[in-house]
Protein backbone atom coordinates (compact mmCIF):
# COMPACT_ATOMS: atom_id res chain seq x y z
CA UNK A 1 0.00 0.00 0.00
CA UNK A 2 1.44 3.24 -1.24
CA UNK A 3 1.31 6.32 1.38
CA UNK A 4 3.43 8.95 2.05
CA UNK A 5 3.60 11.37 4.98
CA UNK A 6 4.82 14.70 5.25
CA UNK A 7 6.49 16.57 7.95
CA UNK A 8 8.68 19.53 9.19
CA UNK A 9 6.30 22.46 8.21
CA UNK A 10 5.12 25.14 10.43
CA UNK A 11 5.50 29.20 11.08
CA UNK A 12 8.54 31.06 10.07
CA UNK A 13 9.65 34.40 9.82
CA UNK A 14 10.19 35.70 6.04
CA UNK A 15 13.99 35.05 4.92
CA UNK A 16 14.09 31.80 7.19
CA UNK A 17 14.26 28.53 5.96
CA UNK A 18 12.38 24.98 6.81
CA UNK A 19 12.82 21.19 5.58
CA UNK A 20 10.11 19.71 4.41
CA UNK A 21 10.65 15.60 4.76
CA UNK A 22 8.43 12.97 2.51
CA UNK A 23 8.41 9.59 3.94
CA UNK A 24 7.47 7.08 1.39
CA UNK A 25 5.99 3.43 2.33
CA UNK A 26 4.92 0.65 -0.11
CA UNK A 27 7.21 1.51 -2.59
CA UNK A 28 11.06 2.29 -3.39
CA UNK A 29 11.36 5.96 -4.18
CA UNK A 30 14.54 5.57 -6.22
CA UNK A 31 12.03 3.79 -8.79
CA UNK A 32 9.68 6.72 -9.23
CA UNK A 33 9.29 10.30 -10.46
CA UNK A 34 8.12 12.21 -7.22
CA UNK A 35 7.46 15.98 -5.98
CA UNK A 36 6.21 18.70 -4.25
CA UNK A 37 3.27 20.74 -4.79
CA UNK A 38 1.77 23.54 -3.03
CA UNK A 39 -1.82 24.74 -2.28
CA UNK A 40 -2.78 28.29 -0.61
CA UNK A 41 -5.92 28.92 0.79
CA UNK A 42 -8.71 29.87 -2.18
CA UNK A 43 -6.04 29.12 -4.89
CA UNK A 44 -5.06 26.05 -7.30
CA UNK A 45 -2.52 23.45 -6.19
CA UNK A 46 0.26 24.79 -8.03
CA UNK A 47 3.56 22.51 -8.78
CA UNK A 48 6.84 23.07 -6.80
CA UNK A 49 9.65 20.97 -7.39
CA UNK A 50 10.22 17.13 -9.09
CA UNK A 51 12.96 14.48 -9.14
CA UNK A 52 13.07 11.95 -11.69
CA UNK A 53 14.62 8.60 -10.96
CA UNK A 54 18.09 8.99 -12.42
CA UNK A 55 17.50 12.65 -9.55
CA UNK A 56 17.22 15.03 -12.26
CA UNK A 57 15.56 18.01 -10.58
CA UNK A 58 13.28 20.87 -11.98
CA UNK A 59 11.65 23.59 -10.22
CA UNK A 60 8.58 26.40 -10.89
CA UNK A 61 10.14 29.87 -11.80
CA UNK A 62 8.90 31.06 -8.05
CA UNK A 63 10.94 28.88 -6.12
CA UNK A 64 14.20 28.94 -8.32
CA UNK A 65 17.25 29.49 -6.28
CA UNK A 66 15.83 29.21 -3.33
CA UNK A 67 14.44 25.51 -2.80
CA UNK A 68 16.24 22.41 -2.83
CA UNK A 69 14.31 19.01 -3.94
CA UNK A 70 16.40 15.75 -2.90
CA UNK A 71 15.80 12.88 -2.05
CA UNK A 72 17.93 9.48 0.05
CA UNK A 73 16.96 5.87 -1.47
CA UNK A 74 18.40 4.52 1.31
CA UNK A 75 15.55 6.03 4.12
CA UNK A 76 12.97 6.52 1.04
CA UNK A 77 12.54 9.89 2.08
CA UNK A 78 12.30 12.78 -0.43
CA UNK A 79 13.35 16.61 0.69
CA UNK A 80 12.30 19.88 0.13
CA UNK A 81 14.73 22.64 1.50
CA UNK A 82 13.28 26.06 1.25
CA UNK A 83 15.74 28.88 2.13
CA UNK A 84 15.01 32.86 1.94
CA UNK A 85 11.03 32.05 2.47
CA UNK A 86 8.47 34.92 1.53
CA UNK A 87 5.10 35.38 2.56
CA UNK A 88 3.83 34.22 -0.75
CA UNK A 89 5.53 30.94 0.04
CA UNK A 90 2.55 30.15 2.69
CA UNK A 91 0.79 27.25 1.94
CA UNK A 92 0.10 23.39 2.39
CA UNK A 93 2.57 21.18 0.89
CA UNK A 94 2.17 18.17 -0.67
CA UNK A 95 3.94 15.55 -1.57
CA UNK A 96 3.25 13.14 -4.83
CA UNK A 97 4.47 10.16 -6.69
CA UNK A 98 3.59 9.16 -10.38
CA UNK A 99 3.58 5.45 -10.26
CA UNK A 100 0.51 3.97 -11.28
CA UNK A 101 -1.13 6.74 -11.22
CA UNK A 102 -0.55 9.80 -9.09
CA UNK A 103 -0.10 9.25 -4.81
CA UNK A 104 -0.82 12.39 -2.65
CA UNK A 105 0.52 13.05 0.94
CA UNK A 106 -1.58 14.48 3.33
CA UNK A 107 0.14 17.67 3.30
CA UNK A 108 1.87 20.10 5.60
CA UNK A 109 1.40 23.48 6.32
CA UNK A 110 4.01 26.45 5.67
CA UNK A 111 2.84 29.82 7.35
CA UNK A 112 5.66 32.99 6.73
CA UNK A 113 4.93 35.82 8.28
CA UNK A 114 6.13 38.92 6.95
Known amino acids: QVQLVESGGGLVQAGGSLRLSCVAS????????MGWSRQAPGKQRDWVAG???????AYADPVKARFTISKDNAKNTMYLQMNSLKPEDTANYYC????????WGQGTQVTVSS
Open 51 to 57: IDKWNNT
Open 26 to 33: GFSIGHYG
Open 96 to 103: YVDAEYTY
